[in-house]
C-alpha cells in the first residue's frame, strides 16, 4: 500500500518560511514524476512543483517560482518543498504526490497523502 505523509505545516508571519516535507512508503520515487499541489479553500488543486523523473528538471507554478524549492531524497524516499518569502494567498493545504502521468495532472492522478495546513497571516 502506497502511504504519502506529509509534515511541516503551520502558522507563518508573511515573509516567513516553512519547509515541508514528505515521506514515502509503499513506492519508491525512481521513475514517477514527484510533486506538490496546494488547495485553498473554495479553489481548485493547484500544481506548484515537480521533479520529472526522465531527466530531473524542476518544475514550478509562476506564483511561487523564485520563492519555493522542491528536493528529493530518494535513498530516503522524501520530498521536500523549502518555502520562503510566504504571502498570504500562500494558505492553503499542501500535498505532495507521486504518478506516472505528467507534473500538471498530478493532483488529479496518482498518490498523494492527508495534507499538511499552511496558513500565512499575520
Known amino acids: 500500500e502506497v502511504q504519502l505523509v506529509e509534515q511541516g505545516g503551520g502558522l507563518v508571519q508573511p515573509g516567513g518560511s516553512l519547509r515541508l516535507s514528505c515521506a514515502a512508503s509503499?513506492?519508491?520515487?525512481?521513475?514517477?514524476?514527484i510533486g506538490w499541489f496546494r488547495q485553498a479553500p473554495g479553489q481548485y488543486r493547484e500544481s506548484i512543483s515537480c521533479?520529472?523523473?526522465?531527466?530531473?528538471?524542476?518544475l514550478y507554478s509562476d506564483s511561487v517560482k523564485g520563492r519555493f524549492t522542491i528536493s528529493s531524497d530518494n535513498a530516503k524516499n522524501t520530498l521536500y518543498l523549502q518555502m520562503d518569502s510566504l504571502k498570504p494567498e500562500d494558505t492553503a493545504v499542501y500535498y505532495c504526490?507521486?504518478?506516472?502521468?505528467?507534473?500538471?495532472?498530478?493532483?488529479?492522478?496518482?498518490?498523494w497523502g492527508q495534507g499538511t495546513q499552511v496558513t500565512v497571516s499575520s
Open positions: 504526490a507521486v504518478g506516472s502521468v505528467p507534473c500538471n495532472l498530478l493532483p488529479l492522478s496518482g498518490h
Open positions: 509503499g513506492i519508491t520515487f525512481d521513475g514517477y514524476n
Open positions: 521533479i520529472k523523473s526522465s531527466d530531473g528538471t524542476t
